[in-house]
């Protein structure tokens, strides 16, 4: 099978660019959250990698987010194995040492949002059709603490208060505006703007950038890593539910009708 993740590390210039690429929509299942995290920790293991950025292989999709179909009709005990993958992908992302960088050349709904805002800085595609927040309540579920504080700490309290209640979907420019992406560019210039802002993160002395994100960061991380397995339970306990799984359905059904 072919990986879902490609990575490219420029020895020289220290910057590896990981492709997300697990067709269609880049979802993200149990095993492509294996497989991500083992990439991004073999990254965050070598020295002489100081900088990653995160973009997608995938034509008008940077992530469609967390895969609905590992959220319906599982065992609890998948669901548990499910949602500590994706704890470990945005322990592993949040807490990087490296200077990471989002190219977000497609929509980015849910997970693809997290996937995002764990970036130090993250650069649009300026293309209308493509949209980026945490829309989980229009499926029917709640997004837990921890993507609710990453987005507070993004884009503030009141976007967030009013964007996780409504489940709302930014185009690029109304992302630009509220601070949730920080520059728009056109979409073949994703990449090379990711590349060249890079340079600019990596002339700041990596102790100096790395203490100060944790100093922004650890409060943050710190509540998950004490709460991991009450936030598990909380999760199978809720997702598994009759109530939330016919919601998941009646998503699902939306998402096929609305094809083509
Ligand atoms: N999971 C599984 N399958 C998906 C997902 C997904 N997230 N997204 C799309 N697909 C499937 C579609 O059903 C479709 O399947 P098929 O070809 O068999 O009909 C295929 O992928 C292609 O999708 P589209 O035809 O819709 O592709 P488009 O290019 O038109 O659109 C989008 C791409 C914009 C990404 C669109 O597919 C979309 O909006 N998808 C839904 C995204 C979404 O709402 N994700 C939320 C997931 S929930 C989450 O990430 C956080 C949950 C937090 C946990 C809460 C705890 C309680």
Redesign the pocket.
């Known amino acids: 099978t072919t990986p879902r993740i490609k990575v490219e590390f420029n020895q020289s210039t220290g910057v590896a660019i990981m492709h997300m690429q697990s067709p ?2 880049n ?2 299942s149990l095993d492509f959250l294996t497989e991500f995290c083992i990439s991004v920790e073999k990254l965050e293991m070598d020295k002489s990698c100081r900088g990653l950025i995160i973009t997608s292989s995938q034509p ?2 940077f992530s ?6 590992e959220m319906y009709g599982k065992s609890p005990e998948r669901c548990g194995e499910f949602w500590r993958a994706v704890q470990e992908m945005w322990l592993k992302l949040y807490g990087s040492n490296m200077a990471i960088i989002a190219a977000v050349n497609g ?1 980015s ?4 949002c ?1 996937i995002a805002m764990t970036a130090d800085y993250r650069i649009m595609a300026d293309n209308p059709r493509y ?1 980026i927040g945490l ?2 309540t ?2 029917g ?4 603490f921890w ?1 609710k504080d990453t987005m507070v700490n993004t884009v503030g309290h009141r976007c967030s208060e009013m964007a996780l209640q409504i489940g709302l979907l930014y185009n690029p420019s109304e992302a630009l505006r509220i601070g949730l992406v920080d520059q728009l560019v056109p979409e073949d210039q994703v990449l090379s703007t990711a590349t060249q802002t890079m340079t600019k993160w990596l002339a700041i002395p990596d102790h100096a950038r790395q203490l100060t994100k944790t100093m922004m960061r650890k409060p943050t991380i710190d509540k998950l890593t004490s709460s991991r397995e009450t936030d598990i339970r909380h ?1 199978v306990s ?2 598994t539910k009759d109530s939330i799984q016919k919601s998941l359905a009646m ?2 059904e939306m ?2 009708k ?2 083509g």
Do not use: C, H, T, W
């Open positions: 269609p929509v979802s993200l008008k999709v469609a987010g967390l895969d609905i179909m929509s709904p849910a997970g693809g997290l949209s829309n989980e229009q499926l579920i709640v997004a837990p993507f999760f809720f997702i998503y699902l998402l096929k609305r094809k």
